[in-house]
């Protein structure tokens, strides 16, 4: 990469009104997951440094970008980044622990949302509203426009430090919008590549804008100030709690926690559940929200589930990420891996059969707890880890009441092979998404991507984030 082209691991964490920012400071440390050696510096953002950026953001927003500009801007980000990617991924695996097949398959979704967001850049449309129905308006014309919020304050989780990026700054710039980003303090190399795309693809300064830092120092500076008209986050429910508390009149969109389960039914395709359940419940060692983290199998046919869960598991591929056929490898931090192996200590001792479970500092070895108790953590939390739990029910209406006791609701995979009980289930179940004869971890792009209950609001997806992030505006025409 050329000089021009850093920083992808440069010492700056500040990107501010279309500059990196250097300068000394408190130094924040970006570690291989696996290897837990140190291998880049970033200066961590200071209250000034937030001011900086949302005044930055601010002034910016006063000054429209024309939409064909939006979309040949977030076309060429696109085009940077693949023009890159190897630097970016080898930056990825390193930063997040991840495998090389988790980040082939994460980069290739972040262009594509890079790429549908310069699409809707160009579809933002009102409507004619028809206000005749009112005596006296028959000489009126109303109608609609769509304009930015304004500033928009994005903050992102480690899990997906590529694509969930990409779903709030590619959405909030086709809207017109400026943004500060705040990416995981564990993985800003990749969210650092991304600005770096939008400066070289000749965004206006002031449009992105870049502080790196701890969540808890940096998030009650990034939250309350009234110049912010909308904040998108990924992360913790009582995270999540926090912003919306604190964001006053600004609108929110949360995507939070969950302990996504997937039913099978007494028909299902049992060769098909297994191979899908083993992707979905342990692709970035288990560290997605909608990552298969109980499966609710109708008692006839959960022991040969079990078995085929079992074989399945114990043969993945589980160490170093930068080893290419390496399936599985550790989790974000060792403080992470302790705590998802003292949830599995707990909730074995009731299980009847126990795949894994073992932990060499933060790799995990995946797991799969077969009835455990259902009061257990791994049960009724998010343990966010290579662990899967699978308990036995005695119908589909049974798994649906079980799903919807509990306090998420982001998605459920549901496998049937009867479209009536598949509707059925689609209309009972209250979550977010029901993937039918796929596991709760399907999610594409395109689709409007949110949660209910304590899994959040607000939908991911360019089309839908563009609406979310513009404001409708009314225009009434009195004509002779």
Known sequence: MSDESRPIRGLSGLFVNGEWVQRGGTVRHVYDKFTQVDVAELVEAQGDDIEAAITAAHRASQRPIPAHERRRILLAV???????????????????????????????????VYRLSAEEAIRIGGEQVPIHSVPGNDNRLALTIRVPVGVVVAIAPFNAPLSTVAHKIGPAIAAGN????????????SAMAAVEAFRQSGLPEGFINLVCGSGRKLGDLLVGDPRVRFYTFTGSTSVGRSIAAGAGLARTHLELGSNSATIVDADADLARVCDLVTRAGFRKAGQVCTSVQRVLVHQDRFDELAERLAASVSGLRHGDPHNRVTQVGPMIALGEAERAEDWI?????????????????????????????????????????????????????????????GPYGLQ???????????????????????????????????????????SGHGAEGPRYAVEDMTDPRVIVLNLR
């Open 78 to 112: 696109a085009s940077w980044m693949e023009a890159h990617r190897e630097e970016i991924l080898a930056n990825y695996v390193t930063e997040t622990g991840f495998t090389w097949s988790d980040a082939q398959g994460e980069f290739a979704r972040a262009m594509n």
């Open 178 to 189: 400026a943004v500060v980003l705040k990416p995981a303090d564990a993985t800003p190399l």
């Open 345 to 405: 200590q707990a909730a074995r001792n009731g299980s009847r059969l126990v795949v894994g479970g073992g932990r060499t500092g933060p790799l995990l070895d995946p797991t799969l707890l077969v009835s455990p108790d259902l009061e257990a953590r791994v049960m009724t939390e998010e343990i966010f880890a290579p662990v899967v739990s699978m308990v036995p029910v005695a119908s589909l209406e049974a798994a649906v009441e079980f799903v919807n006791a």
């Open 412 to 454: 459920t995979g549901v496998f049937t092979q009867d479209i009536d009980r598949a509707f059925a289930a689609a209309r009972d179940l209250r979550v977010g998404g029901v993937i039918i004869n796929d596991t709760s971890s399907f999610h594409a792009d395109e689709m409007p991507y949110s949660g209910v209950k304590e």
